[in-house]
């Protein structure tokens, strides 16, 4: 599901309105019609007091609409118009005029105005400011905004949670309105899934207000929201004729002592991922766990006893998953720059060999194109530098990305997937994942699909969400806290199974938990 710009929003509601031969004031009735059914299919007439804070931009206008029909069906109502600027747009002034025939007279809070009470049982329309907004708010302005987040009353944000940004950071977080739910228009907003931006929408939902579908299409977005209808297509089904060769042959090179556990997550995700074979790459000290852990894995040995100390082996694997549990010692750092100079062989690199890569960035040219980088955000840091906030973190990420045409993996609750200047959002997973060894098990399952024959970029973000599903199949067996990576894995096979399955799933429309 692709994310807009604001500016592109602004052209499809343009492209709407000329193509669909309507007003810009017929396309705001039929966004906040949508609105009223939604909050009407809920309350069914509930005499519940409905507060709605409303600018004076198109945000505001949809508060307008909303008002009228919530009125026209007995709602309770009281309309607050924070009069923040002069500057009324034409659509809100009409509606305004619409409220005034029916008799209903709007509350106009300014600078100086005490503000109305709200209980903590009545809701909160927020239709403040909307995608428009281009400057922190006025002080007096934010008062207002506090006001309604300390009322402690359920908030309904129409479009954004009123003093969000929609493609730059805020620079004031007691400017923002703290949504319990919001409705967005036609589809879903970049900042739902930043941490810093995603915590004032608590819930999000997208209405669909038709826009100018040919223009939507046509649009060239820059980020993707992903979920089951954009992985399915990409999965590959197995060959009646096929043997274990046609899979790939994946290495894991990586472990050290006390660190072997990470080899044996890693190889064995990476064969529930359907890898043909896996191959893993050690320090002596763990072939014995190695070999009894995972009886379908092979290994070969390093000839140091703790750690990796020089990279040598006499298979043709597909694809190396590189760097798991395999420490910072000199002896492998000298072991991963011998390795690196002569490889060509595509990698996926976690942990501490990115670590090592970050020591030392004359590495970063050694990597062969395409190969894929997974680091969390301490890893990320060190790679790329500090940032300021979000959006420069994505830019910064998107620009090193670029610089070593390598596919970056920006991990958190939504985990980013950055390539060729483009974003792929992750939809599935959960808190329960942030466990010991979930890392692992990512970089054998994104080794396990480019060993199958995925490009490295689809391999990368289809993993991601498969990972994800499985964490999210897992939890519901095993609780948040007592998810652990091997459970993970365990669900590996039904989260491919669950693909299938119609009824479920993690679709990018899905409320957000
Ligand atoms: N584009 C679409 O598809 C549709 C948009 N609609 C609504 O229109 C909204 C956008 O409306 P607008 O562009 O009028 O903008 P907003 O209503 O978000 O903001 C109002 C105006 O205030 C001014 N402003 C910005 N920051 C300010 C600040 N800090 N202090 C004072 N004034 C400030 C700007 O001139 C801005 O246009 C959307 O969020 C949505 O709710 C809907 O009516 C349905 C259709
Ligand atoms: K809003």
Redesign the pocket.
């Known amino acids: 599901m692709k994310i807009f710009t604001a500016q592109q929003?602004?052209e499809?509601?343009k492209s709407t309105i000329v193509n669909q031969q309507i007003t810009s004031d017929e396309?705001?009735e039929r966004?906040?019609t949508q609105l009223f059914t939604w909050l009407h299919s809920r309350l069914q007439g509930a005499p519940v007091k409905i507060h709605l804070f409303c600018?004076?931009?198109?945000?505001?206008?949809?508060g307008m609409v909303l008002a009228r029909h919530l009125q026209e069906h007995g709602y309770l109502i009281g309309v607050h118009v924070v009069t923040?600027?002069e500057?009324r747009?034409q659509?809100f002034l009409l509606n305004l005029d619409r409220l005034k025939e029916r008799k209903i007279w709007p509350n106009f809070i300014g600078p100086n105005d005490e503000l109305p009470k709200i209980d903590k049982e009545d809701i909160i329309v927020d239709a403040i400011?909307?995608?428009?907004?281009?400057?922190?708010?006025?002080d007096w302005?934010i008062k207002v905004i506090q006001h309604l987040n300390n009322s402690r009353a359920f908030i309904l944000s129409?479009?954004?949670p009123s003093g969000l940004f929609v493609d730059k950071a805020p620079k004031n977080e007691d400017s923002i309105v703290r949504a319990n739910h919001v409705l967005s228009?036609?589809a879903p907003k970049l900042i739902f899934f930043l941490p810093q931006t995603g915590i004032y929408s608590n819930q999000w939902e997208i209405l669909d207000?038709g826009?100018d579908r040919d223009y939507l299409n046509s649009v060239d977005n820059v980020y993707e929201l992903i979920g089951k209808n954009e992985v399915l297509p990409w999965y590959k089904p197995r060959e009646k004729f096929s043997h274990k060769g046609t899979y790939g042959h994946s290495l894991i090179i990586g472990g050290s002592y006390g660190k072997i556990g990470a080899v044996i997550l890693a190889s064995d995700a990476c064969l529930n991922t359907g890898s043909g074979l896996v191959t893993a790459y050690i320090p002596t000290c763990g072939y014995i766990p190695m070999q009894t852990a995972l009886p379908e894995a092979m290994v070969i040995t390093d000839t140091n006893e703790k750690m990796v100390s020089d990279i040598q082996f006499d298979i043709t694997p597909t694809v190396i998953g590189l760097g798991i549990g395999i420490g910072q010692d000199n002896i492998t750092t000298g072991a991963l720059k011998e390795f690196l100079r002569t490889n060509k062989t595509p990698l996926v690199i976690d942990a501490d060999a990115l670590n090592i890569i970050s020591k030392n960035k004359e590495f970063l040219k050694m990597i062969p194109a395409q190969s894929v980088l997974t680091p969390h955000p301490k890893e990320l840091e060190r790679l790329i530098g500090s940032w300021q906030d979000d959006f420069e973190k994505l830019d910064k990420a998107k620009a090193f990305s670029k610089q070593y045409d390598l596919i970056l993996v920006i991990k958190g609750a939504h985990t980013i997937t950055l390539y060729n200047g483009k974003g792929y959002i992750n939809t599935t997973g959960n808190p329960g994942m942030a466990t010991a060894g979930s890392g692992d098990v990512l970089t054998g399952m994104i080794t396990g699909l480019i060993a199958q024959g995925y490009d490295s970029l689809r391999a990368t973000v289809f993993a991601i969400y498969l990972h994800g599903r499985s964490g999210d199949l897992a939890v519901e067996q095993c609780g948040y806290q007592a998810l652990t990576a091997s459970e993970i894995i365990d669900f590996i096979g039904d989260a491919f199974l669950d693909l299938f399955n119609v009824q479920e799933g993690s679709g990018p429309q899905e409320e957000m938990e």
């Open positions: 929003i602004y499809a509601d396309l705001m966004a906040a600018g004076i931009g198109n945000n505001g206008g949809d923040y600027s500057k747009s659509d400011f909307g995608i428009g907004l281009n400057r922190t708010p006025d302005v129409v479009d954004i228009f036609q207000i826009l």
